[in-house]
């Protein structure tokens, strides 16, 4: 089959309504993103109900917007793909039921594809994906590693045994008082601070596992602590050590994996891979590895978008992969299968 | 004129192909929060037998509560899909009017959870006030004060048997006094209860 392909692509899953048209699985004719991150911020998060409402206001506007900006007819798409999961069920079930909606009217097939597998093909924007690969996922729901031996297969090595990454930057942030979403924040005030605190490493039972929860409470008990002993506390010292903690954390454990598999790229993925210090560190371990390419992906396709479902719906549309109309959304859709 | 008929904010699942005030075919099924993978099958079951190829479909008929609050948003999703890519024109009616048809004073009340419903009075297929959300024990107080209402809908709550109602009378009667949408866009379910309610 040739690599020919138009690709309708939603995604929903968690607090971004996404619609993107994807042409031969790297040329992006339109992606259009409507955020929920001003109303998320006023709770201090995402709250499910209140995402599931907003993606119900904002999905027809985002598909003529779509539509329209892409300059396509529905007619000549080969295939309506969205997010099967894993995320808010919610918010899932509208991308889903969008898809269908269209398969339907338009008698397209339909592809579903795995969020953490959009948020890996978002690299074929900027390279070709070189097999075998380890992918390292972080996000505000996912920490993983994924080694790929071939295109669309996917083995996870390791993963989270707590909070995201993501996560436990939201809940830091919160008590450093730095507002949601914590990421940024961090990673900007934390550039202004330098080694003073001292927070404990991480221990995990599998070599490949993160956790970062203890680190988390290690910052909250840090904060109390200088409380207690009336000592101003340096946020930007303390963001500085918290970021070093994490990322000593997910590099460790990238390092390790590679000493397991035998690949001939890495890849970054997810909206934590717009972290400007992890993109720093990781470009700097890599040049320990001569022989395996890194792949950082453009920072318009870090964060959730319907782009990277429709990169990795190619793929998937070609390998035959498909959905009927009886398919449902997945809370905790498994990436391997 | 082929219209399609969809109600999935409560228990059923409803859905209908309507032409000229006829119900042509039809698909009414216990659907308890699996509305969103059984609704596209229906959809497509009720345009087979009705021989009807979907881009004939002229305009849709939706109830936009008041109910639960993922299945409030299913028909609606492929309400404001079907207008955002077809000149197809959008309806909405409530699950109320559905449930109590052609009734006199038929006070309709469907599970809300936590001792409530959704409520309201409907006459004749009209909406007498605005649906609500009531205690159970405010709905027995209703029932006390108004010896000439009918009572239709989760009857179970108030220890009674669940009405039956006539689903093609009713589906013929909100289709009578639907709501044209002017803006798609702006068009969001009737879900009575608060987003933050849900708090988790
Ligand atoms: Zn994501």
């Known amino acids: 089959m040739s690599d020919k392909s138009l690709i309708c692509a939603i995604e929903t899953s968690c ?5 993107a048209f994807i042409q031969d699985g790297n040329k992006v004719l339109s992606n259009i993103v409507s955020s929920q ?26 598909l003529k917007d779509s539509i329209e900006k892409a300059g396509v007819s529905m007619e000549d798409v080969d295939a309506i793909a969205f997010t099967q999961g894993p995320g808010l069920i919610g918010s899932l079930h509208i991308g889903v039921l969008a898809s269908k909606t269209l398969a339907w009217y338009y008698q397209k097939p339909l592809v579903p ?21 380890l992918a390292l996922v972080v996000s505000g729901g996912h920490t993983e590693l994924v080694y790929m031996k071939e295109d669309y297969d996917f083995e996870i090595l390791g993963t989270t045994q707590d909070d995201a990454i993501g996560e436990a930057y939201d809940k830091v942030a919160r008590v450093l008082e730095l507002g949601y979403p914590g990421g940024p924040a961090i990673d900007a ?21 993160f956790s970062f929860s203890g680190l988390k409470s290690a910052v909250l008990q840090l904060v109390l602590k200088e ?17 070093e903690a994490v990322l ?7 390092k390790k994996a590679l000493e397991m598999v035998d690949v001939r790229q890495v890849v970054l993925a997810g909206g934590v891979s717009a972290n400007s210090r992890l993109r720093e560190r990781l470009i700097h371990m890599m040049d320990s590895y001569p022989d395996i390419a890194l792949s950082i992906p453009p920072l318009w396709c870090t964060t959730d978008n319907a782009a990277m479902i429709g990169a990795a719906a190619a793929i998937a549309f070609k390998k035959g992969i498909r959905a009927d109309f009886t398919t449902s959304a997945k809370a905790g859709l498994d990436l391997e299968v | 004129m082929k219209q399609l008929f969809i109600d999935t904010a409560h228990r059923h699942l409803t859905v209908a192909c309507v032409e000229n005030g006829l119900i042509v075919s039809m698909v009414h099924q216990e659907a308890f929060k699996s509305q969103s993978e059984k609704v596209m099958d229906a959809i ?11 881009r004939q479909l002229q305009s849709v008929i939706l109830t936009e509560g008041p109910g639960s609050y993922t299945g409030v948003r299913i028909a609606m999703t492929i309400a404001k899909v079907l207008a955002s890519v077809a000149s197809i024109q959008v309806f909405t009616t409530t699950t109320l009017q559905l449930i109590a048809a052609t009734g006199k004073n038929t006070f309709v009340m469907l599970d809300a959870r936590s001792s409530r419903v959704y409520g309201g009075l409907v006459d004749e297929g009209q909406l007498v006030q605005s649906p609500a959300i009531y205690t159970i024990e405010q709905v027995k107080q209703f029932k006390e004060a108004n010896s000439h209402w009918q009572f239709a809908g989760d009857l179970h709550l108030l220890n009674e048997a669940d009405s039956q109602s006539d689903i093609r009378e009713g589906i013929l009667t909100c289709i009578r006094y639907a709501r044209l949408i002017e803006d798609i866009d702006a068009l969001t379910p009737m879900y009575l209860k608060s987003g933050e309610e849900y708090k988790s």
């Not at chain 1, 607090?15 to 619609?19: G, V």
């Open chain 1, 15 to 19: 607090d971004e309504t996404a619609i």
């Open chain 1, 189 to 209: 005030l934390a550039k202004q601070g330098t080694t003073q605190y001292v927070l404990p490493r991480v221990k995990t039972e599998k070599p490949l596992d």
């Open chain 1, 248 to 254: 000593d954390e997910v590099l460790l454990k990238t």
């Open chain 2, 44 to 54: 497509h079951q009720c345009f087979t037998s009705a021989d009807w190829q979907p």
């Open chain 1, 227 to 243: 409380e207690r002993q009336g000592r101003e506390l340096n946020k930007a010292n303390l963001a500085y050590a918290f970021q």
């Open chain 1, 37 to 62: 991150i001003d109303t998320h911020r006023a709770f201090g998060g995402v709250m499910p109900e209140v995402a599931s409402r907003l993606h119900i206001e904002q999905i027809s506007l985002v």
């Open chain 1, 113 to 133: 594809v795995h969020h953490i597998a959009g948020h890996i093909y978002a690299n074929a924007f900027v390279t070709n994906l070189k097999f075998p690969l």
